[in-house]
């Protein structure tokens, strides 16, 4: 059973950093798809960033690109640093994952399997 167990949510001001971690066990492939979601009050839970830790591809979506990166320390640990934080940015933050790679509708939340607990980030 795939496990992902976030850390690094937090509260910081309008402008500030924070850096989400993303800690991946019990994959049956040695390369797969992880992500970052979120969501806030009200609102879908919206793609933030993907990653394929085969080859280190990456996708963003629009209001990250600029801002944020995604990357992995490892083919199981992925991180997404934030930086320019705005107030929109305020949610909880989930990651994702599915065994192998995402061809298409990268960022769509029923392409991925396996989901953390979430982290707050509140500006």
């Known amino acids: 059973q795939v496990q992902l167990v976030e850390s690094g949510g937090g509260s910081v001001q309008a402008g500030g950093s924070l850096r989400l971690s993303c800690a991946a066990s019990?994959?049956?492939?040695?390369?797969?798809?992880m992500g970052w979601f979120r969501q806030a009050p009200g609102k879908e839970r919206e793609g933030v960033a993907v990653i394929y830790t085969g080859d280190g591809t990456t996708y963003y979506a629009v209001s990250a690109k600029g801002r944020f990166t995604i990357a992995q320390t490892n083919a199981k640990t992925v991180y997404l640093q934030m930086n320019s934080l705005k107030p929109e940015d305020t949610a909880m933050y989930y990651c994702?994952?599915?065994?192998?790679?995402?061809?298409?509708?990268?960022?769509?939340?029923?392409?991925?399997?396996?989901w953390g607990q979430g982290t707050q980030v509140t500006l």
């Open positions: 019990g994959f049956t492939y040695s390369s797969n798809t």
């Open positions: 994702a994952a599915r065994s192998g790679r995402v061809d298409w509708n990268l960022l769509s939340q029923y392409q991925y399997t396996y």
